[in-house]
Nanobody, 127 residues
């Protein structure tokens, strides 16, 4: 059973960079055909897929966030990391890391199709 755990600061100031890490156990982030994503849910809104890093190391981003988002990984630690720059209060949300195995173009960008999720971490952007 794959388990994911988010970690990072719960409070970030406007204009700063939000950094979160997802630590994975029970499976490897290099397992073929698995995609490792960051998904967020602002208060009162639905789930928003932000981006993913594939088993191969390739990255994919939501067009609306691409200019501010970077996802990387550390295979030696079995972790992947989100960086979101120039944050505003609109970036306040619960942030989740999640994974699914799939093949086919664009199979990674639908939150409801993810199989395994972290518990989520609240991030508030405020001065």
């Amino acid at each position: 059973q794959v388990q994911l755990q988010e970690s990072g600061p719960g409070l970030v100031k406007p204009s700063q960079t939000l950094s979160l890490t997802c630590t994975v156990s029970g499976g490897s982030i290099t397992t073929n055909y698995y995609y490792w994503s960051w998904i967020r849910q602002p208060p009162g809104k639905g789930l928003e897929w932000m981006g993913a890093i594939a088993y191969s190391g390739s990255t994919y981003y939501s067009p609306s966030l691409k200019s501010r988002t970077s996802i990387s990984r550390d295979t030696s630690k079995n972790q992947f990391t989100l960086q979101l720059s120039s944050v505003t209060p609109e970036d306040t949300a619960v942030y989740y890391c999640a994974t699914r195995g799939c093949s086919g173009y664009g199979c990674y960008d639908v939150p409801s199709e993810y199989d395994y999720w972290g518990q989520g971490t609240q991030v508030t952007v405020s001065s």
